[in-house]
């Protein structure tokens, strides 16, 4: 049984059928279109406050001319050095009449809502699915008779709902300036208010861009998104992007090797990624939904260096394809395999992203498939100490979370009402226990009894059921009142850790080598 959709998810949704501007963004080699801010105007009081950087006169404000219009071929032009935008409401002449959406799941990650997103365009290619991410994200498409294409999904075992609605008003952009070019006025000073659905903004001399505190290059747009609020996407060069990313995703006090390592990882993510959020229009978000993304704030000479030396550079598979790659901070000695977090169709396709020892001097008598040797695994001391794993370092190499019994069912409640998962109705939880291992010791199934009807829990949501673990790599013990969970690593474990790259560059081990280690079956391309 998939995922089943609440009330909440269609309320999100009463503003889908929203037409949403298509620029000429269409994806490059070069430039990259990020979503640093997704869904504004949905918080009350939210504002955008956006400067020049440099406190001139350098923003070029463009805009249409009429407020209900997206087209800014005919645009007005502002010029200015500040500007703060909230939403507000504009009334419509005749009511917006939605068509009927159909949900059909809500999943905790892309790559779970990718998979039965594939799954259902093969069942039912008759429409038009389409990836949607209100938190969590979705699988939508429009339907002419939903009672029927619910029957028939509900015959595939999956839960969906659907809707259909009408509106009056719709959010627009809302700022107070000075009157723009063009616009004859008796008084220059004069001030106005600007209504408008859609704001490209772009820097003039080079400048930056500064939002809420933080400087960005290339150019803001911001358009309507699918839930009737506003996509803020800043749009630049593919290069300057990374500058942005590398210290947040790995730090800027990481040896050389390491930044070149995240430079080269961070750009093969960006073009193996880029259709993520094309149904609004950008590539990727500026979240760990995606890779993070700060803006040029954080920007440095360690990091732009590692950029510049690995310029172009990317990994690329057996067939000269753009690699999909992944990468968290620390694993507790022993990546995973792709199917041993998430889902998939073709089990080939990904099967080059296998699950990799990070101890160099591990015995190889282990087999972390069996209980016991893994909690020897676990527990031991002799993995920092005598084992050699690279991110022994790391504070969440190791970790500990105690549930108390009597709070069990509290937890799994709580993570079934937050990510929409489709499990059984329960009232209390009696007990937990796993069922199934990979060979790498990753969880693959969990078994939860309760005082109805058990249920498996399986692969990444795994972690979220019990409250958010680090890893899905870990032990249970028990005692009369306690669950105690003991793992290893954070993160998903799929591809590189970032620990352990930043200790192997200490050592004086390279990229390519750092590459290797993590993605044996890859190898190192240009754009």
Same mark, same amino acid.
């Given at each position: ?50 400067? *020049?950087? &440099?406190? $001139?006169? !350098?923003?070029?404000? =463009? ?9 800014? %071929?005919? +645009? ?112 220059? *000073?004069? &001030?106005? $208010?600007? !209504?408008?659905?859609? =704001? ?9 861009? %500064?939002? +809420? ?315």
């Amino acid at each position: 049984m998939r995922p089943s959709i609440y009330s909440s998810l269609a309320f999100l949704l009463v503003w889908a059928s929203l037409i949403i501007c298509q620029s000429s963004s269409a994806y490059t080699k070069s430039n990259i279109r990020i979503g640093i801010i997704q869904h504004f105007g949905k918080k009350n009081n939210q504002t955008l406050s956006i400067k *020049a950087k &440099t406190g $001139q006169k !350098n923003l070029q404000v =463009i805009f249409p001319q009429l407020p209900l219009i997206l087209d800014v %071929e005919k +645009n007005q032009v502002l010029l200015t050095n500040n500007l703060n935008i909230k939403t507000n409401y504009i009334s419509l002449d005749y009511p917006l009449e939605q068509k009927t959406k159909v949900i059909a799941g809500a999943y905790r990650t892309y790559e779970n809502a990718e998979y039965w997103s594939e799954t259902l365009k093969e069942r039912f290619p008759e429409y038009n699915w389409q990836i949607l991410y209100p938190d969590p994200w979705i699988i939508q498409a429009e339907s002419d008779n939903p009672e029927e294409t619910l029957r028939r999904l509900k015959s595939q075992n999956f839960s969906a709902s659907w809707f259909k609605d009408s509106f009056s008003q719709v959010k627009s952009l809302s700022w107070t300036s000075l009157a723009p070019i063009g616009l004859q006025t008796q008084n220059p *000073a004069e &001030t106005f $208010q600007f !209504n408008r659905r859609k =704001i490209i903004i772009r820097p003039l001399n080079n400048d930056l861009i %500064e939002l +809420n505190g933080k400087a960005y290059a290339g150019f803001i747009e911001i358009i309507p998104d699918s839930f009737g609020n506003y996509s803020v996407i800043n749009e630049l060069p593919i290069e300057e992007y990374l500058r942005g990313v590398i210290p947040f995703e790995i730090g800027a006090d990481s040896p050389q090797a390491a930044l070149e390592t995240q430079a080269i990882l961070a750009r093969t993510y960006a073009l193996a990624n880029y259709k993520r959020f094309s149904p609004e229009n950008y590539h990727l978000c500026a979240s760990q939904h995606c890779q993070v993304y700060g803006g040029l704030s954080a920007a440095n000479k360690v990091t732009d260096q590692a950029i510049q030396n690995t310029s172009g550079l990317i990994l690329k598979n057996k067939y000269n394809q753009i690699a999909q790659i992944f990468y968290y901070s620390t694993d507790g000695g022993y990546s995973a395999n792709f199917t041993d977090i998430w889902p998939a169709r073709n089990p080939r396709s990904i099967k080059d992203l296998s699950g990799q020892s990070t101890c160099s001097n591990l015995p190889k008598r282990f087999n972390l498939a069996n209980e016991e040797d893994l909690k020897v695994f676990l527990t031991s001391p002799e993995a920092a100490k005598d084992w050699n794993c690279y991110d022994s370092v790391s504070p969440s190499f190791r970790w500990q979370k105690t549930i108390e019994k009597k709070l069990l069912t509290q937890t799994l409640d709580k993570a079934k009402k937050r990510w929409q998962f489709a499990w059984p109705e329960f009232k209390q939880i009696n007990d937990i226990e796993i069922t199934e291992r990979s060979s790498t010791g990753h969880v693959l199934k969990l078994l939860v009894k309760t005082d109805q009807k058990n249920f498996i829990i399986e692969r990444d949501e795994v972690r979220s059921a019990l409250g958010g673990l680090k890893s899905s790599l870990f032990i249970l013990e028990k005692t009369d009142d306690k669950i105690i969970i003991k793992g290893g690593g954070f993160g998903h474990s799929v591809g590189l850790s970032q620990f352990g790259a930043r200790y192997l560059a200490s050592t004086g081990i390279p990229y390519q080598n750092i590459l290797k280690i993590y993605f044996p079956n890859y190898m190192l391309g240009r754009i």
